[in-house]
């Protein structure tokens, strides 16, 4: 708010609660992971050391990219209820040609992601064509697809994958001055990005509220980034599934704010109708929204096999997706995703994917059991949804 | 009482110009629901049209074919004199034929900025994704609302937390973006509190004496229909009934020929 252009308007000083429910509603989520982060610091010496932050980002990556795919589906108000199980097809088949014929990981892995594209662009086109609701279609297909990882599994139920050279991308960290260099990289490309909207802006002649507009984001960037190599160098370094994780993180935050695509999915996820209308190709967006989840879900299928060194009945979560299924939408919609579509940002599916990490992790360092971690993790989506609601019953302002 | 029977919409308006729209006899069934038996339209450069009838007369249906949204199985439909095949909303928008849709068709997680450009967004290259000139965007729709005398309105607030009467308006901007020559407004006044329905009463005629064509439809008789229009279609059970000059006729005559003295006749089909 630092300048007005003549001819503008006076720029309305908004009110707390306007800005809860706008750019501030990742303000409780935010919130809430730091008094769990105070809690299990409080209950566990080993919590905040770097060596357990850094597990902690690992663990969470799969079920971060999971719930970053399964966005855009939701997004669009369809549930795709088929993506753990697309997540342990794809890697069992990317085992089975590896390990019996003989492929190079670096063919059979954008093989895999393709499957998983496929499959999930199958589902769309089952759903928009023949109008079955999305979370019946998938529902069946990943019974289905369960039933084929099955089939394809060998008779000893797992293919390992130790000294395929797959076993690498979970082994792999970025460390010293190389990891300073890509955090440059990624906060340089942040910065281009604002910059860029700000040289447009100033071109048209508009107002450039620059400390909201470029001081605060790239400041914010840079010192998160900063944080988190700091600790991670402290450790072992960047593990490369976590830089894989930032940048699908990245790409997917441009591809979501930045481009008419993105934007056609929160229009068609708010009034679909109205998108058709203005000559908007619904059944080709849900198409392409279904087809990265699916291909999503198989790359995040891919790490999982490589953090677990090989794969089986367990991988996908095992038979109807267990968890990591459960997990996955948990995720998304902790991070502020609605099931209902067109409401949610990127932040969600890294959020949403800590909350839960730290709830397991933290559990876990207090040898607490596993049904104690459900319980906790159950309560914990339930309470984020209605700090929502509440919010904008408090407010009287709906956030979008 | 000076009802005339359903005949061509009188040329003596302006015997000049050739109607930029141009509807006769148009059939549209919904399964088994006949919902036009026949029904016509036509706009001039610079007129405003009103469409009434009883609910379930086909009014929306009417407009709703003239802007593509719904195919007619048989009818005529010409753009300046020369048929033309509307099928698909691009159809019509191509053609310069934009509709104000009578649930608005907004969406409201998203601003201003984004309503008034949905599906016609202003992007830089394929390989940047296809990013939105948002910059670029932002002045133009600022340069519409100004000329709608809405200077004020916010370009970042989501519509859905604005009022119904700020709706209206960004609607009706949407459709006058991109220099249309007909607008299509179903129902633009219903929601609204008396003084933003005057507000946008006044806009139409504005958008009239800038030579647009524009077809409304209106159950506001009284206020509405005779005091801002130029001429009225009666339409019911899916045909046209009547045609009126509004400066010659009362509010009185237009509803006792939507209601045809058939008081009582199941008009919802
Ligand atoms: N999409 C549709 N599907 C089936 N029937 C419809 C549809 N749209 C309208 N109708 C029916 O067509 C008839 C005319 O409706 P409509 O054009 O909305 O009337 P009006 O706008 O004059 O009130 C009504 O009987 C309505 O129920
Ligand atoms: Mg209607």
Redesign the interface.
């Not at chain 1, 071109?203 to 508009?206: E, F, I, M, Q, R």
């Not at chain 1, 930045?258 to 695509?261: C, L, R, Y």
């Not at chain 1, 109708?273 to 908007?280: D, L, T």
């Given at each position: 708010m630092a300048h007005v252009a003549p001819?503008?308007?006076a720029v309305?000083r908004r009110s707390f609660s306007e800005l809860l429910t706008?750019e501030f509603r990742a303000l409780p989520i935010v919130l809430g992971l730091v008094v769990l982060w105070i809690f299990f610091a409080a209950q566990s010496d080993v919590f905040l050391t770097p060596r357990n932050l850094s597990n902690l980002l690992v663990q969470s990556t799969v079920v971060g990219i999971m719930a970053l795919g399964l966005m855009f589906v939701l997004l669009v108000a369809e549930i795709d209820l088929s993506v753990a199980a697309i997540n342990g097809l794809t890697s069992v088949f990317m085992a089975k040609i590896i390990v019996e014929y003989g492929f190079s990981p670096w063919i059979a892995i954008p093989i895999a992601v393709l499957l998983g594209a496929g499959i999930g662009s199958l589902s769309a086109r089952w759903v928009t064509y023949v109008g079955v609701p999305s979370f019946v279609v998938t529902l069946g297909l990943g019974l289905a697809l369960n039933g084929l990882q099955l089939i394809l599994l060998p008779e000893t139920a797992r293919y390992s994958l130790s000294g395929t050279g797959l076993e690498r991308i979970a082994l792999t960290s970025i460390s010293g001055p190389w990891a300073w260099l890509v955090l440059a990289i990624g906060i340089g490309a942040f910065a281009a990005l604002v910059l860029s909207?700000v040289a447009?802006?100033r071109?048209?002649?508009?107002e450039i509220p620059f400390l909201q507009g470029v001081v605060l984001p790239i400041g914010a960037a840079a010192a998160f980034g900063i944080l988190v190599v700091a600790i991670l160098t402290a450790h072992q370094g960047i593990p490369l599934v976590v830089l894989i994780f930032a940048i699908l993180l990245g790409i997917g935050g441009?591809?979501l704010q930045?481009?008419?695509?993105g934007?056609f999915l929160?229009?068609v996820?708010?009034?679909a109708?109205?998108?058709?209308?203005?000559?908007?190709n619904v059944a080709g967006l849900k198409m392409a929204a279904f087809a990265i989840a699916g291909g999503v879900a198989a790359l995040a299928g891919i790490i999982a096999a490589s953090r677990t060194l090989g794969v089986g009945v367990f991988s996908g979560g095992g038979v109807g997706g267990g968890t990591l299924l459960l997990e996955s939408i948990a995720a998304a919609v902790i991070g502020g995703v609605s099931l209902f579509g067109?409401?949610g940002a990127i932040y969600a599916a890294l959020l949403g994917a800590l909350v839960i990490g730290t709830v397991s992790n933290g559990l876990n360092l207090m040898g607490v059991e596993n049904e104690i971690r459900l319980i906790v993790t159950g309560f914990l989506l339930v309470l984020a949804v209605s700090i929502d609601r509440l919010i904008e019953k408090a407010t009287g302002?709906?956030s979008? | 009482m000076g009802v005339e029977t359903a005949q061509r919409p009188n040329t003596e308006v302006r015997p000049s110009d050739t109607p930029l729209v141009s509807m006769r006899n148009i059939q549209k069934h919904f399964g088994s629901l006949h919902a036009l038996r026949g029904a016509s339209v036509e706009v001039h450069p610079g007129e405003v049209v009103a469409l009434v009838g009883d609910n379930g007369a086909g009014k929306s249906t009417l407009v709703k074919v003239m802007a593509g949204v719904h195919a007619m199985d048989s009818g005529e439909y010409l753009f300046e004199g020369k048929p033309v095949h509307v099928s698909k909303p691009t159809d019509a928008t191509e053609l310069g034929i934009q509709t104000v849709y009578q649930d608005l068709s907004l969406c409201h997680n998203l601003d201003a900025v984004q309503n008034l450009f949905l599906g016609r967004e202003l992007t830089g290259p394929r390989w940047g994704g296809r990013r939105i000139r948002r910059a670029e965007s932002e002045v133009r729709a600022r340069e519409v609302l100004t000329r709608m005398r809405l200077g004020g309105m916010s370009l970042t607030r989501p519509v859905g937390a604005m009022s119904g009467g700020q709706r209206q308006n960004i609607a009706i901007a949407r459709s006058i973006l991109w220099t249309p020559k007909v607008v299509i407004l179903d129902e633009p006044t219903a929601a609204l509190s008396h003084s933003a329905a005057e507000s946008v009463s006044k806009l139409i005629r504005t958008l009239a004496d800038q030579g647009l064509g524009i077809v409304v439809v209106s159950h506001d008789i009284h206020h509405f229909v005779v005091n801002s229009t130029d001429r009225i279609e009666v339409m019911r059970l899916g045909a046209n009934v009547a045609s009126f000059k509004s400066s010659e006729v009362t509010g009185e005559q237009v509803v006792n020929a939507m209601v045809g003295g058939n008081v009582g006749v199941n008009l919802a089909g």
């Open positions: 001819d503008a308007p309305r706008s909207n447009s802006r071109k048209a002649g508009l441009y591809v930045e481009t008419q695509f934007l929160y229009a996820g708010n009034n109708e109205a998108a058709r209308r203005n000559g908007v067109g409401r302002q709906q979008f | -």
